[in-house]
């Protein structure tokens, strides 16, 4: 667990309450109360995860309980940014699978993560990684498709949400789409060269049930 003690450095607008088109007191306290990156990872972690093609708001998110990945670390960002943290979103992009989507932060000159997910996995990560390719090859092993291939191929820089205050992009009750269609456009470094890709391995039957534990499906009609 990330020491509740240690202050992070802090870049760009942090939040205080009852700040004009941000927070209410009480979201604001609700967020404050979550303390660490480790307390919203587990805010995150008990909320159920949901399938629906939506991009929620963080505020619509406190408010409805549930998010899925994209939600989950546009929320975790909020959060953060709350806590003093720069609100930084990060996109792995996978082939022939879905990217996935986390928030961002840096402790000691390491980077870690809180992140939504339908994979075990694909979550948190203690703030060790020294450069963002370290971050990205810790879920290398892991980040795979129903196919059972290994997916995962890029990652791009972080990306500062500040960008859209004026789109009100923490507490708008419309779809925030303009945030992951941001990411769509951006570079991505990749992770392997392009003889790696062709000579990955499937994962095993064993890691593929460890990380499919709780894995949420779409009902067949």
């Known amino acids: 667990m990330v020491n509740s003690s240690v202050k992070p450095r802090t870049h760009g607008t942090i939040l205080k309450a009852g700040s004009p088109c941000e927070f209410t007191p009480i979201e604001f306290r609700q967020l404050r109360a979550l303390k ?9 972690d008990s909320l159920p995860y949901h399938l629906a093609d939506t991009a929620w708001s963080p505020r619509k998110v406190l408010r409805e309980r549930t998010a899925h990945c994209l939600e989950g670390a546009i929320f975790g960002a909020a959060a953060l940014r709350v806590l003093g943290f720069p609100p930084l979103l990060w996109d792995l992009e996978a082939v022939n699978d879905t990217d996935h989507v986390l928030a961002i932060f840096k402790l000691r000159g390491c980077w870690g993560a809180v992140a939504k997910s339908n994979f075990s996995g694909c979550r948190y990560r203690e703030p060790v990684y020294r450069t963002l390719r370290e971050l990205a090859m810790s879920y290398f092993n892991i980040y795979f498709n129903l196919r059972s291939e290994r997916t995962l191929r890029r990652y791009s820089q972080p990306v500062n949400l500040s960008r859209f205050d004026r789109q009100h992009w923490m507490t708008s009750g419309r779809s925030i789409w303009f945030v992951p269609e941001y990411l769509c456009i951006i570079p991505h470094s990749p992770l392997l060269t392009p003889v790696q890709s062709r000579k990955l391995t499937r994962i095993d039957k064993r890691t593929r049930a460890a990380e499919m ?7 067949a009609k």
């Open 213 to 219: 534990l709780g894995h949420v499906s779409k009902k």
């Open 36 to 44: 660490t990156p480790a307390g919203v990872q587990r805010f995150l």
